[in-house]
């Protein structure tokens, strides 16, 4: 066992030497069952996603390699190599969330652009109408027409804007989450718990405000939807040293967590909850996971997700240089 084996599977060399696997991990059969399978075939064999129960409370999830070394007729050594399906599995997940915001970002632009344009044609129309209107009365309802078509132009103005970043100015994390969690309360007439766990060392970093505001905004209010009326949100900031995102290499991350105890994404749609108008509430839009998406990475971030040990987690990390 190399030292990495050692910490992974919480034993040292010294004293696993001369035991059996079934006496180091009475709780798990793999090895058992790996060594077995190798002697018998003989062949390597390749394993991904393995639990193992290293004690009754302590399970670890590993790919592995089982290669049989044979000198004569049978294997005299097995060579086990594990790595951590967990990371592989991270990776996976930001590649895949790469993609599933490119294929967003053109669905929402694409899906603008179609109500753009012929809203342009609806303006004009009315407003000619309304030149050849002779009773006063009824250009109330061109006037309608032409106010409403105006309004949906400028919601969709604002759904076009996140995939560009306007002005960028020094943020303090914090203060941004203070002015999300007031807005949060006011919308809500129940008490909200929201618990805080903030680095304080945290320093400003530099972004368009109104748009950190709107992914923070998206998260948390996704979160109070999410709890019920005893159910707690904790906010978590840290720094990051050495993060990679979208294949950049960054000195220093700013993470954001933001935690709630509620039953996490249905399962049904958790691969494609970031995506556009994947929502999972009848009074759903679907969009707010993939904006805020769209505003984390365009500022060179990432937002994801994981459920672990019953709770909840968005991640925003946010590249600090
Ligand atoms: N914190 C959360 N806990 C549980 N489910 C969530 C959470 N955040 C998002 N979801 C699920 O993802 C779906 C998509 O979220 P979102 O993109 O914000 O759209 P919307 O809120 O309009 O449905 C939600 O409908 C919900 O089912
Ligand atoms: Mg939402």
């Known amino acids: 066992m190399n ?12 004293r696993a030497d001369g035991m059996t696997p079934s006496e180091i991990w009475p709780n798990s059969s793999f090895f058992n069952r790996a060594i077995s399978q190798s002697v018998e075939s003989g062949a390597k064999r390749i394993e991904r996603g393995v639990e193992i129960n290293l004690t009754p409370r302590h399970r670890i999830k590993v790919d592995c390699m089982i290669t049989p070394i044979i000198e004569e007729e049978y294997p005299t050594e097995i ?5 951590d399906a967990n990371a592989y599995e991270k ?16 669905s929402i632009q694409g899906m ?33 027409i032409i106010n409403e078509s105006d309004r949906l132009r400028k919601f969709i103005d604002r759904m076009l804007t996140p995939s560009r970043v306007n002005e960028k100015s020094d943020l303090n994390i914090h203060e941004i989450l203070e002015y999300v969690v007031s807005v949060v309360r006011a919308e809500n007439s129940q008490n909200i718990n929201i618990s805080k ?24 209010r996704n979160a109070v939807q999410a709890i019920d009326e005893n159910g707690t949100i904790t906010l978590k900031t840290r720094i990051r040293r050495q993060v990679t995102i979208q294949n ?41 996971l993939s904006i805020a998406q769209q505003i984390i990475q365009s500022h060179g971030g990432l937002i994801s997700y994981e459920r672990e040990y019953d709770e909840t987690y968005f991640t925003i990390l946010l590249p600090m240089d």
């Open 197 to 220: 766990d903030y680095d304080p060392s945290i320093p400003d970093v530099a972004g368009d405000r109104e748009q950190i505001i709107q992914a923070v905004l998206n998260l948390i």
């Open 79 to 83: 060579l086990v190599e594990l790595s």
């Open 3 to 14: 030292p990495t084996a050692e910490d992974m599977l919480s034993v040292s060399a010294t």
């Open 112 to 144: 603008a652009h179609e109500i753009k344009n012929p809203l342009g044609g609806i303006r004009g129309a009315a407003q000619l109408l309304e030149l050849e209107l002779e009773n006063e009365e009824l250009k109330e309802y061109t006037q309608i």
């Open 248 to 288: 950049k290499l960054n000195r220093h991350v700013i993470e954001v967590e933001i935690i709630d105890d509620g039953p996490g994404i249905p399962p049904e749609i958790e691969a494609g909850a970031f995506y556009p108008m994947i929502t999972g509430r009848a009074e759903g839009t679907g969009l707010g």
């Open 91 to 106: 990776v996976l997940n930001e590649a895949n969330q790469q993609t599933v915001q490119e294929a967003a970002k053109e």
